[in-house]
């Protein structure tokens, strides 16, 4: 089962800030936050992925809570390509325990 | 440096017949996994091999499901006498070899499996 929640849908104006929060309370210490994303029936594609400290890279950042129970994926200028399902995983770095939940379903409209 | 490839993209089968999908990771990497996503759900995992070996099919059906990773070529998984409910897209992902926190997992496009 997914140790995560997330909403189920948000929308977002095209060329504002997408901000995407993700609860894991249950999260352990050597658990990572992981963000993929689903563009319409295509293969998940890996956006980041921290462990307590705030990370940033050419998609987008990730803001992670002091007590690590939940996080923030914030892209920064969303356009019409980033309308996605937005998963929010947390995992050791075992290879074999990616558990995908529902989701966000961000749209972002012009 | 390809992607992962999968195919078929999209593959037709009547309920009994066997379908075999087939996943090709990416240069270099020699772990696969194999996802199963029904419509409006997320993906659920089903797989996890290394060349020669399954090390983690806790998310295999335990029957007409198959997966195989051999030394030379792709990694086969296999469904014998499909019904219905195994309509769905079946991903396939791939991540280098070696443990530690940047073996994130680069996915193929799928195959969408139809049965009739």
């Known amino acids: 089962d997914a140790k995560t929640t997330q909403p189920t849908s948000m929308d977002c104006a095209e060329g504002r800030a997408a901000n995407l929060p993700c609860n894991h309370s249950?999260?352990?210490?050597?658990?990572?936050v992981y963000w993929y994303r689903q563009i319409h029936s295509q293969g998940p594609q890996y956006i980041i992925h921290?462990?307590?400290n705030n990370e940033t890279n050419e998609m987008a950042s990730l803001i992670i809570t002091e007590d690590r129970k939940s996080s923030t994926l914030i892209l920064p200028h969303a356009t019409l390509r980033d309308t996605a399902v937005y998963y929010c995983?947390?995992?050791?770095?075992?290879?074999?325990?990616?558990?995908f939940g529902a989701g966000t379903r961000l749209t972002v409209k012009p | 440096n390809a992607g992962v490839m999968q195919n078929p993209r999209h593959l037709v089968r009547r309920r009994g017949q066997e379908a075999r999908l087939r996943c090709s990771p990416m240069?270099?990497?020699?772990?696969v996994y194999w996802y199963r996503q029904l419509p409006e759900e997320g993906l659920k995992f089903m797989v996890y091999l290394q060349k020669e070996n399954i090390i983690d099919e806790s998310g295999m059906p335990k029957e007409r499901f198959s997966a195989e990773f051999p030394k030379e070529g792709p990694s086969i998984l296999r469904i014998q006498q499909v019904v219905r409910g195994d309509s769905a897209a079946y991903f396939c992902a791939s991540s280098p070899p070696g443990q530690g926190v940047y073996n994130e997992q680069f996915f193929g496009p799928g195959t969408r499996l139809t049965v009739l």
């Open positions: 240069k270099g990497h020699s772990h």
């Open positions: 995983i947390v995992r050791v770095s075992d290879p074999n325990d990616m558990r």
């Open positions: 921290g462990l307590k």
């Open positions: 249950t999260i352990s210490g050597n658990e990572y």
